[in-house]
C-alpha cells in the first residue's frame, strides 16, 4: 500500500514525485525571496497593561496596515511552556507509523486529525506538509480525542492552548482599539469563538525548488499565532514581492486573518504567505488559528463604515465562508472575493 503519510516517504526519495510538482509558473523561485533579517515589525508586549499600552497599540496598528503580519516579543508565555510544545510536536512526528497512524483521517470536519498536503480530496498538486490539526476550545470537549502518546502530549498541549488563548485575547484587544473600536469589539464579534491549532511537519525535501510546504494564502479565520522552530520557511508577500522571516526563539508570530479584514472593512489586510521547505533539514511549524464561532455573523464593523467608506464586504456567517474556504484549496485569489458587495466585486 502506497504511504498516506508525506513524512514516511520523504525519506526513501531522491526525488520529488510528479504529484508534487507545482507547474513551472507557480514555482518558489528561491533565489527572488528577500532575505530580510527585518521582514516584519517586532513588538515589544512588555507594558501593555501599564504604560506602554498607548504605544503597543499604534505599533500594532501600523503593522496591520502596512505588514498584515508583526512579531510578538515580552507576551508573558513561559520559555518552557513553548519548549514543551515544540518538544512534544516533534516527538509526535517521530513516533512509528503506525501510531501516528491512529489518527489519521481525510475529512476536514473531524475535531482532531492527522493528514497530509491540505486537501487531498480536492487539491491538485500536494504539498510537501503532515500536519496534525486539533480543536482547542473548550479544551474539556477535545482534549480527550488527542493523541495519547507521547504520554505528555495532552498536558503539554493544553497548557501551551491556555496561554496562547490569553495572548490571542489580549492582542484582539488591541486590534480592536487600533481600530478605533471598543476594546471587546473583536471578541464580542466572535461569538463563542473556537480555537484550533495545526501542528505542521514538513520533512526535508530533495528538490525544494519544485514545490511548496503550504503555497501562497491567507488565513480564513480571524487571527493566527505561529510558533515555529528555528529552522527558516515562511514567507510574507509585502510590496510585491516573497519576504523570509528569520526564526527568532521564543517569539510568536501574528498574523491577520480574512475575517478582520471584512471587519476593519479593508483598513486591514490578511496577506498572503506561505511556507518553503529545504533539502537538510525538517521542520515544524504551530499555527494557533482564532476563530469565530461557525454561527457568528461576520460584517464590516458599523464604526468603520460611513458615505466615503462603504461596506465593501455583504453580512455571511463563519460556517458559509468556512467551507468555501476548504473546498476552494489553498488558492492565492482569497475566499473574500466571495462575500464583497456586487457593487465593489
Ligand atoms: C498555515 C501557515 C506557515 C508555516 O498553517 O496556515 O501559514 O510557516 N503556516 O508553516
Ligand atoms: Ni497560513
Known sequence: MAAKLLSDLASGVTCVPSNYVR??????????????????????????????????????????????????????IEDAVIDNMLKVAREFFHLPESERLKCFSEDPLKTTRLSTSFNVKTEEVSSWRDYLRLHCYPLEDYMHEWPSNPPSFREDVAEYCRNVKGLAERLLEAISESLGLEKDYMNRALGKHGQHMAI????????????????????????????????????????????????????????????????????????????????????????????????????????????????????????????????????TRSSLDLFKTTSHA
Not at 515589525?41 to 501600523?62: A, K, V
Not at 519544485?210 to 487571527?223: F, I
Not at 463604515?305 to 468555501?324: I, M, N, Q, W
Request: aromatic share 12%; net charge negative.
Open 23 to 76: 507547474p513551472v509558473h507557480d514555482r518558489p523561485s528561491l533565489d527572488q525571496v528577500e532575505p530580510s533579517d527585518h521582514s516584519i515589525p517586532l513588538i515589544n508586549l512588555h507594558g501593555f497593561d501599564g504604560s506602554r499600552r498607548h504605544e503597543i497599540i499604534n505599533q500594532i496598528g501600523l503593522a496591520c496596515q502596512n505588514y498584515g503580519f508583526f512579531q510578538v516579543q515580552n507576551h508573558a
Open 200 to 331: 505542521n511537519y514538513y520533512p526535508p525535501c530533495p528538490q525544494p525548488e519544485l514545490t511548496y510546504g503550504l503555497p501562497g494564502h491567507a488565513d480564513p479565520n480571524v487571527v493566527t499565532l505561529l510558533l515555529q522552530d528555528d529552522v527558516a520557511g515562511l514567507q510574507v508577500f509585502n510590496n510585491g514581492r516573497w519576504v523570509a522571516v528569520k526564526p527568532m526563539p521564543h517569539t510568536f508570530i501574528v498574523n491577520i486573518g480574512d475575517q478582520i479584514q471584512v471587519v476593519s472593512n479593508d483598513r486591514y489586510k490578511s496577506v498572503l504567505h506561505r511556507a518553503v521547505v529545504n533539502c537538510d533539514k525538517e521542520r515544524i511549524s504551530i499555527p494557533t488559528f482564532y476563530c469565530p464561532s461557525y454561527d457568528a455573523v461576520m460584517e464590516p464593523a458599523p464604526q468603520l463604515v460611513d458615505d466615503h467608506h462603504p461596506p465593501l464586504y455583504r453580512r455571511f456567517t463563519y460556517a458559509e465562508f468556512y467551507e468555501k474556504f476548504w473546498d476552494r484549496g489553498l488558492n
